[in-house]
């Protein structure tokens, strides 16, 4: 189960924003997705309960009869949500979770060098550090007509991270945001240059969440072979005990996934049902393992 968590201990980088897009994004590949909250605040939760229940399913977390939040069953990938200020061993903890982690960096000398502080970080810690948790960076609300995209896209080769390019600050964001949407559930027509500086982004995700996964996964879409392993750089052992763990329902069932072009956003009429009846907003906690300090 392919997990990507937004991580950036800076407050209002954009994890929530990049998380929620990340999910819908996912969402409307087939793909049944959580959106978890590691953070107090649960942006992500209630962005999920304004969400329109005709739009292509996005679980949050479920709670078992033993009261413990779990992903939901048949649930095949997960996004995380993190709070500003993670660090230290709840950092660690989400890390033991994550395949992929993106982190949102504004253009701002302070934004900086606050990321890179957390990269130093997240670089001490052995799953990072040996590749198996992958890193990369996105700029986050770019203006367009400045050098900030370049500057950024510097200062992260510097840090030998990937840059995923510059998502542009536009209002499309925070509107969409209000409504219980993405600009991925607009027409494409009304979205377009935002989709397109997406497009990176999606090319270095579309691997790391929909490798082949024929030899321990009976579902259609894995023995059909979909998704093409474009980086070729999925390790079966990244999925971890670790993540298993997560499930407390034991192995992870596989949802029969509906394959699209990872380019294309498509009108929000198709909308995969989840294999389960989960409904957003009836979680009031967060996990135990993830909770963070007052
Ligand atoms: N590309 C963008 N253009 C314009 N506004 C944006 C863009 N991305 C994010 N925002 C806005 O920036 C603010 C901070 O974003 P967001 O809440 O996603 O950050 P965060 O890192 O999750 O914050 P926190 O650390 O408090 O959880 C929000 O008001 C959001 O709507
Ligand atoms: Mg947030």
Request: proline share 9%; aromatic share 4%.
């Amino acid at each position: 189960m392919p997990v990507i968590a937004i991580v950036n201990r800076k407050g209002g980088s954009g994890k929530s924003t990049l998380a929620a897009h990340i999910a819908a994004w996912s969402a409307r590949q087939g793909s049944a997705v959580m959106l978890g909250d590691v953070d107090r605040q649960q942006s992500s939760r209630a962005w999920l309960k304004r969400r329109d229940p005709a739009l292509p399913a996005i679980a949050p977390w479920a709670l078992d009869q033993k009261n413990t939040l779990r992903v939901p069953s048949g649930i095949t990938h997960v996004v995380l949500d993190t709070p500003g200020g993670l660090h230290g061993f709840e950092l660690a903890r989400v890390v033991m979770f994550a395949d992929a982690i993106i982190m949102p960096v504004c253009q701002s000398v302070f934004d900086r060098e606050s990321a890179a502080a957390c990269h130093a970080e997240l670089m001490t810690l052995p799953r990072v550090a040996s590749g198996r948790c992958r890193l990369a960076t996105v700029g986050m609300r770019i203006d367009g007509r400045t050098h900030a995209a370049e500057t950024l896209r510097q200062w992260s080769e510097s840090l030998n991270l990937p840059f995923l390019g510059a998502l542009r600050e536009t209002q499309m964001y925070v509107r969409c945001l209000e409504r219980g949407l993405t600009i991925f559930d607009l027409s494409p027509s009304q979205a377009a240059t935002d989709l397109a500086q997406w497009q990176p982004l999606i090319d270095w995700m579309t691997p790391l969440l929909h490798p082949v996964q024929a030899a321990n996964d009976p579902s259609p879409a894995a023995r059909s072979g979909v998704r093409p392993t474009r980086l070729g750089s999925y390790r079966p052992e990244s999925l971890m005990p670790a993540q298993e763990s997560l499930i407390q329902g034991g192995r992870l069932s596989a949802h029969a996934a509906t394959s699209r072009p990872a380019a294309v956003p498509v009108p929000p009429t198709s909308a995969p049902s989840l294999p389960h009846a989960v409904h957003p907003g009836e979680i009031t906690h967060i996990p135990q393992f993830l909770r963070r300090g007052v």
